[in-house]
């Protein structure tokens, strides 16, 4: 007892010696900062790094810049802003600074070079620091007169930029001390022993507390939080491409070049210089996909960082155009070396057995490390690549006796050290799960380099069922992190859990250890909070036995990685794949493309044909393997996941088709295939972008002529109309939505020098409307690429006969001739008594050969018998009477009717008498009536021998004798044959006068009447012939037609 005494009483001792320091340790922790410098810019001509220090009080921020313009650029001027939580922080004096009237703190001198530093301060609780930066550059016209451009730089450059904040690790946890009887236990062992381990003990814990709780403010470190690459710190200025833009002309590129042969497309050139807009004047080359040295923007300033190139062809196929979009990439420029422990789990479970389904992950560990290794070194940058290996076990096993063996970091381009490294995994593994021992090997490994780039891989199958004894603990979100620890171990064996928990820390303020899992998390916390990067695979993790499930195994097991860092492994095939994708990413870390992508939208006047496609244009060990995925949707193509580096190029190809049926096409006129198209570089820096040059596209368009040719055969051009609409057909259309009419209009204006011809020549476009303005342009083919087929079509005129030659351009209007009716009127030159039972006969021009007989209408009229017969243009006909009607004799028997080419109608050369009325020739011919001579016989009724000496009077009436009658023969002698009268047609009375001597006189008044026919009838209206004579007296006719 008494020496049990005198142990606790060393022990307070010792702890009260200790006590002091612990509380100058807390004080530090608490306001001491290491300062590390962070890098707000980084690229050519402009660096600005951020540092920050406390002296208890308050932050004190500095800036450093370095300000580089190329020797033809314009002089600058830097300045600065910066907000603490939202409210201005003025800067600290400084000669070369003054505050301009934007409120930013301004360079008073524009330079090409300036350095120097800037400092403000802060309150130490400020939760977010902002920094603004931009510039301002003077340019010269041609006058030499200065002018200054304001806010040159990019918005990826001027932020605003969260300066990174210091932060103390203790705060927020809790931290205690180990007093547990285990301990006790083990210090009992001799004074001087206790006293030695103590001693240690103290001093480590001390170590890592601090270690646990250092600020981290430097980039390398944080950007290396999410990745190896710190790439992403580059912002590379855009080197903008020249456009012009031209009413009619449209947009196209400033400094252009275009495929030899061809016109309908133009590219923007290349530029000459990296990292500048001078372009390289080559205005044309082939176009060969596979030529890789025209026309790239380069960038870059110490070399060619990447370089791009955008342009397109003509097909083969009218208006379907080749887009082509190249990507070359590089390797970083001024590479840090990156540092790599493999931390492998060298267990027995990670060989092939039936606990374990006869997975062999012993064997996919040592492949895919292997693989690694080679991959690394074949790309070429194993002499930037450093890579360790620390392999794990229990104590006494494969791993030695300290479960653990190494192979320090070496080159990945030295054979002999990858085949170190491959042998040291080739024995059988043995033993229990030690993974803080891994962990703990693996940061002391990267702590012994210098290079800033740090990163442990750490390959597991299990919970770890050995850890070191805690002896100080924390507790954050629920979760136990070791910080301090024993010398002895926790040997579960076959499990995390321990047989036996215990607690550490101080008297009412106690943590429960119960697993191994607080020791092996609390050792990654460490190294994390170093600034290391861990990755981890989980490789087919099962539950704990009834201790923890498989969901509950996994969540502990990604606690070990950085946040994000972790993935499981739930093949043997997946751990290959798993150390195959960190190779790659190792390798992506030094190329100028990393996880890159490409904006490609597509121009409004285009449309898409078929699919793009990605190819790799380097070949041989520079192959991309690995090709970016390309998408074409929503009207722009993207390309993701592209990753280039040294000798490594891309080419994306599709195909574009130009929309000349669209109403607002304008032929020959320029216009770009798409909109703005962007590479981001580094897909960790996405608002970096820059441009690619976009290429434009025209099509040709059609000029036609139009014609009208106006024929009157009379010369009347009275008929003809002001103007005159033409449709213009369309044909061969793809979209349902495209014009297929549209309308051009000639007029009286439209003449050159004959006013019988109207013409437009060199029709571009035609008006939506009848009568609007022409706005509908002329393209010469379809969206496919087929030829449009236009043709004109007349509007009708009425009283013209129109006609067009083949293609519809000329177009013959000529003036309507109605072939003419003939109808002849024939009257009696006596009263004009219209005469029927003549007979005509019209011969002459296409009628048949014996003539046409006119028809006889029964009315004193005739015309022809069928409208076939109608007199034609340019003809003569000859018109016979062939029988004058009766009692007539015809004066002419033959008219010569001529209808001239004019269509002038002329009878026998005269016009006089001619009547046209309603297409009818209308002719009226007049025949002479045959008079009928009147003898008068006297004879003795009895014996019937004629009595001379008898004389008569003979009366003609108006009508029907109803008057007195006219005398128009006295004393017409009988029987005397010289003693007649000629009686033209009318109403006649014949009584005598004088009675021969001896006889009676006879009072009777013979009545009779002459038609207009010649015919004679009596009173009654009784025809009489030469049949009907009386037997007494009464009229007859002789055997020569007298009466």
Request: glycine share 8%.
């Amino acid at each position: 007892m008494k020496k049990k005494k005198s142990v606790w009483f060393m022990m307070v001792a010792i702890l009260m010696g200790f006590i002091p320091p612990i509380l100058t340790a807390c004080s530090s922790i608490a306001h001491a900062i290491e300062i590390q410098p962070d890098k707000i810019v980084d690229q050519a001509g402009l660096k600005v790094i951020s540092s920050v220090s406390s002296d208890g009080n308050s932050l004190n921020w500095e800036l450093q810049y370095e300000k580089s313009v190329a020797s033809d650029g314009n002089d600058q001027a830097l300045k600065f802003k910066v907000t603490a939580d939202g409210e201005a922080i003025a800067f600290n004096e400084d000669a070369s600074f003054a505050v301009d009237d934007d409120q930013w703190f301004a360079e008073k001198d524009f330079s090409k070079q300036s350095q120097g530093s800037l400092s403000f301060t802060t309150v130490l609780n400020v939760s977010k620091v902002a920094l603004e930066i931009q510039a301002d550059a003077t340019k010269t016209d041609g006058t030499q007169a200065v002018t200054i451009n304001k806010n040159i730089l990019t918005s990826a450059v001027e932020g605003p930029h969260a300066l990174k904040l210091p932060a103390v690790a203790t705060q927020g946890t809790t931290e205690v001390s180990a007093t547990s009887p285990t301990t006790a236990e083990e210090i009992t062992s001799s004074q001087e022993t206790e006293t030695t381990a103590q001693t240690e003990e103290a001093s480590e814990a001390t170590s890592s507390e601090i270690n646990s709780s250092r600020v981290v403010v430097g980039a390398s470190n944080l950007e290396y939080l999410s990745g190896i690459s710190a790439f992403s710190s580059i912002n590379y200025s855009n080197i903008a491409p020249e456009y012009t833009t031209d009413a009619t002309k449209g947009t196209f590129s400033t400094n252009s070049w275009q495929p030899a042969g061809q016109t309908n497309v133009i590219n923007h050139q290349g530029n000459k210089e990296r990292n500048f807009a001078t372009w390289d004047g080559v205005t044309s080359w082939n176009g060969d996909p596979s030529d890789t040295t025209h026309s790239y923007i380069q960038y870059g300033e110490k070399q060619t960082d990447f370089a791009i190139r955008k342009y397109a062809k003509e097909t083969s196929e009218p208006g379907l155009y080749d887009v082509y979009l190249n990507v070359k990439g590089n390797e970083q420029q001024d590479i840090k070396p990156v540092d790599i422990v493999l931390v492998v789990d060298m267990s027995g479970s990670m060989e092939s057995s039936q606990s374990n389904g006869w997975n062999d992950r012993a064997g996919a560990a040592r492949n895919g490390v292997k693989n690694f290794l080679q991959t690394i070194k074949d790309a070429g940058i194993g002499d930037y690549v450093n890579v360790g290996l620390v392999g794990f076990s229990s104590p006494g096993y494969v791993t030695g006796p300290n479960g653990y063996l190494t192979v320090p970091i070496g080159k990945a381009s030295d054979t002999s050290h990858i085949n170190a490294i491959n042998d040291a995994l080739k024995p059988k593994f043995t033993g229990g799960t030690y993974t803080q021992i891994g962990i703990e090997q693996g940061q002391q490994m990267l702590a012994g380099s210098s290079n800033e780039n740090k990163m442990m891989i750490v390959l597991t199958d299990g919970v770890p069922t050995f850890s070191k004894k805690v002896t100080a603990a924390q507790t954050i979100d629920g979760t136990t992190y070791a910080t301090k620890f024993g010398n002895t171990l926790d040997e579960p064996r076959n499990t995390s859990k321990l047989n036996s928990s215990y607690e550490v820390g101080s008297w009412g303020n106690r943590t429960n250890i119960n697993s191994t899992w607080p020791a092996t998390l609390g050792a990654a916390k460490i190294a994390k909070d170093a600034g290391l990067t861990i990755h981890t695979l989980g490789i087919q993790l099962s539950k704990d036995g009834n201790f923890l499930t498989e969901q509950q195994v996994r969540d502990r097991a990604s606690l070990i990685a950085t946040p994000g860092k972790y993935k499981d492994a739930e093949t043997t095939n997946d751990v290959s794949d798993y150390l195959n994708e960190q190779a790659k990413n190792v390798v992506k870390s030094f190329n100028t493309i990393v996880n890159g992508s490409i904006n490609d939208p597509l121009g409004d006047q285009f449309s898409y044909e078929g699919t793009p496609t990605v190819k790799s244009i380097s070949t041989g060990d520079s192959a991309v393997t690995n090709l970016p995925t390309v998408n074409q949707s929503n009207g722009k193509v993207t390309t993701t996941e592209l990753n280039l580096g040294k000798d490594q190029e891309i080419q994306i190809h599709y195909q574009v088709r130009i929309n000349t049926e669209d109403k607002d096409f304008t032929p020959e006129k320029w216009y770009p295939m798409n909109g703005q198209t962007t590479l981001t570089p580094n897909g960790d820096n996405p608002d970096n972008k820059v441009d690619f040059g976009v290429p434009s596209a025209k099509a040709p368009g059609v000029k036609l002529d139009l014609k009208k040719i106006w024929e009157e055969y009379d010369k009347d051009t009275s008929k003809r109309p002001d103007s005159l609409d033409f449709t213009l057909n369309r044909k061969d259309t793809t979209e349902s939505n495209s014009w297929k009419q549209g309308f051009i209009r000639l007029s009286k204006s439209d003449v050159a020098t004959d006013t019988n011809v109207w013409e437009k020549t060199n029709i571009e476009k035609v008006a939506e409307t009848q009568g609007a303005t022409e706005s509908l342009w002329l393209p010469q083919f379809n969206n496919k690429g087929k030829d449009f087929a236009y043709s004109f079509e007349e509007a009708t005129v009425n009283g013209y006969e129109s006609s067009s030659n083949a293609a519809t351009t000329i177009w013959t209007n000529k003036k309507i001739y109605t072939p003419l009716a003939l109808e002849i009127t024939k009257i009696s030159d006596q009263g004009k008594t219209p005469l029927k039972g003549a007979v005509f006969k019209l011969s002459g021009g296409s009628l048949p050969n014996a003539g046409v007989e006119l028809k006889d209408n029964g009315d004193g009229t005739y015309t022809l018998s069928d409208d076939k017969y109608k007199l034609q243009l340019n003809t003569e006909y000859t018109l016979t009477e062939v029988t004058p009607p009766a009692g007539h004799t015809a004066t002419t028997t033959s008219w010569k009717v001529n209808v001239s080419a004019e269509g002038k109608v002329t009878i026998n050369d005269a016009v006089p008498g001619i009547e046209i009325k309603d297409n009818t020739i209308k002719y009226t011919i007049e025949n002479e009536f045959t008079k009928r001579p009147l003898l008068v016989e006297k004879y003795n009724k009895d014996s019937g021998k004629t009595l001379d000496d008898a004389k008569f009077t003979l009366k003609q009436y108006d009508d029907k004798w109803t008057n007195d009658g006219k005398v128009v023969g006295n004393d017409l002698i009988g029987n005397d044959a010289k003693s007649f009268a000629s009686l033209a047609p009318g109403y006649y009375s014949l009584e005598e006068t004088t009675v021969p001597t001896g006889y009676k006189k006879d009072d009777t008044v013979f009545k009779f009447q002459i038609d207009s026919a010649g015919k004679l009838l009596d009173a009654n209206g009784k025809e009489i012939t030469a049949n009907s004579k009386p037997t007494t007296d009464g009229f007859y006719l002789t055997s020569d037609n007298k009466i």
